[in-house]
């Protein structure tokens, strides 16, 4: 439907928005959707449990939200919890500024995550910068990687360009009830051109130049120009390729 067709739908305190197609939909409260959310921007300061799919060129939540289907955008904002059904896309970037489950993965060109992420498929975009940390049962794959921890991580496997982990030396105030000890990065597999660890545990590391610094435990690392270890770093054996 093109713009000028759409209408504006707006709400404050507790009710149901029905369920079509908007320019811009606002929520002030506690609302529920039936059904699928078709729209330009969704700004959601509350509550927001949708059964349905959204689709739209940006997604706003300040509170929780709950979306029962896919949600297709081109931008999301997400300050608060949030958890989504089916597949999350997001065309330019997803913001996260807290807790978001995903239980069918996340595509984006640039991913900010300032807390948790979890999902139970893929996460797959082009830059992935997370301060806090993820939990993924399938795989990461990004160009560029920065995980700087204050949460406990780990992912089946990890691939991209640039991969660099570090523990975060200050953690959000919210972050920092987690056990230190705990900080730490699990995968079975991590490969990348430019890999650099700390405090990461794997089976494998694979890659052009590998740094393996403190606190990791690696089983085997496969090199093709430059290994560096630290000597804190347990590192069961090395191949260079």
Do not use: W
């Not at 506690?30 to 059964?51: A, F, H, Q, R, Y």
């Not at 949460?151 to 105030?173: C, F, N, Q, W």
């Amino acid at each position: 439907m093109e713009r000028e067709q759409r209408h504006d739908m707006s709400m404050s305190g507790i009710g149901t928005v029905a369920s079509g197609v908007y320019k811009t939909v606002r929520i002030d409260g506690i609302s529920k959707v039936k059904g699928d959310i078709d729209c330009i921007t969704l700004d959601s300061n509350g509550t927001l449990n949708i059964s349905g799919s959204v689709l739209g060129e940006t997604v706003k939540i300040n509170g929780t939200m709950s979306i029962g289907g896919n949600l297709s955008a081109e931008r999301l904002i997400l300050d608060g919890m949030g958890s989504v059904k089916e597949m999350t896309r997001c065309s330019e970037s997803a913001a996260i500024n807290g807790q978001v489950t995903l239980e069918k993965g996340l595509n984006s060109e640039k991913v900010e995550v300032s807390g948790s992420l979890k999902s139970r498929g893929d996460v797959q975009c082009e830059v992935l910068s997370v301060h806090g940390g993820f939990n993924v049962d399938g795989l990461v794959n990004a160009g560029e990687i920065d995980l700087k921890m204050s949460l406990a991580s780990k992912a089946k496997e990890i691939g991209g360009d640039h991969i660099t982990v570090r523990r975060l030396k200050k953690a959000p105030i919210l972050l920092q009830l987690a056990p230190v000890f705990n900080n730490r990065l699990k995968a079975d597999l991590i490969e990348g051109d430019f890999v650099d660890l700390e405090y990461t545990e794997a089976d494998v590391v694979r890659g052009s130049e590998v740094r393996i610094g403190p606190g990791c435990k690696i089983g085997r690392v496969e090199y093709k120009v430059d290994f560096k270890r630290d000597g804190d770093a347990q590192v069961g054996s090395t191949k260079q390729i």
